[in-house]
């Protein structure tokens, strides 16, 4: 298939990055498949530790381990689900050209969702602030403030809105 | 990926379909949405949007499919 975006920010030898965030680029789709990726960090042990574990006790906890821990060197099943395909699907920017993406990132809602249903007092907490790994250091994010999404399908909404998948607005879903 | 995108094409000229259009927001937010307190709920709401859009415009019938991860 045909990606049109990107690369911003290639992982796989042999790509190059485009000039502009939004040029056009139309290129063959490419995947990187990593055994090594999957076997190391997409695990059921990782799994229970993020929704029974240690990793559990907390959003804050839950979140850190889900998105990896990389100054450790552990990826994390966010990360490592990323870069278990590879290629295109590797670019923190334009990641989402892969479809696989957006299977990937339906996983890592459901293992929340779990995690909230097992943690009912604390499923609508939030932690982290509104810089990536809070480089630069700035102030946590609220439940107020919003989410932009660029889609008529999808208005801006306060993050408190966003947590319960069947709050109805707009979520209205379970994971079977 | 067949529908047309609905950006403006000078300021997203890589956008040509509505899938780009999903890709394009992504590119747009990455620094703030990634390793921050909206990584969650922005994903949440982006799949969700991206699961709309299939069905509400393309006249997909099903749901967003999960790629188990263990």
């Known amino acids: ?176 | 990926m067949a529908l047309p995108s609905k950006l403006d094409p000078t300021v997203v000229p890589g956008a040509k379909s509505r899938y780009d259009d999903f890709v394009a927001q992504h590119i747009n937010q990455t620094l703030t949405i990634h390793g921050t307190g909206s990584f969650l709920s922005w994903h949440r709401y982006f799949v969700w949007s991206y699961e709309t859009a299939l069905r509400e415009e393309c006249g997909y019938t099903g749901y967003q499919p999960v790629s188990h991860l263990h």
Not at chain 1, 150 to 171: K, T, Y
């Open chain 1, 1 to 176: 298939m045909v990606a049109n975006l990107g690369p911003i920010s290639p992982t796989m030898a042999g790509q190059t990055k485009v000039n502009s965030s939004f040029a056009h680029n139309p290129r063959c789709l490419k995947r990187d498949l990593s055994a090594y990726t999957a076997s190391s960090w997409l695990t059921t042990t990782n799994l229970v530790n993020l929704t029974l574990g240690n990793a559990a006790s907390t959003i804050e906890t839950f979140q850190n381990e889900l998105q990896g821990r990389f100054p450790q060197g552990f990826l994390g099943l966010h990360a490592a689900g990323h870069f278990s395909i590879g290629g295109d699907a590797g670019d923190l920017f334009s990641s989402p050209v892969d479809p696989v993406f957006f299977l990937h990132h339906a996983m890592l809602d459901r293992v929340w969702w779990i995690w909230q249903a097992l943690h009912l007092s604390q499923a609508e907490t939030i932690a982290g602030t509104i810089t990536l790994f809070n480089n630069p250091p700035s102030r946590n994010t609220t439940l107020e403030d919003t989410i932009y999404m660029g889609q008529s399908n999808a208005p801006v909404r306060p993050i408190s809105e966003l947590l319960n998948s069947l709050g109805d607005s707009p979520f209205c879903y379970i994971y079977l």
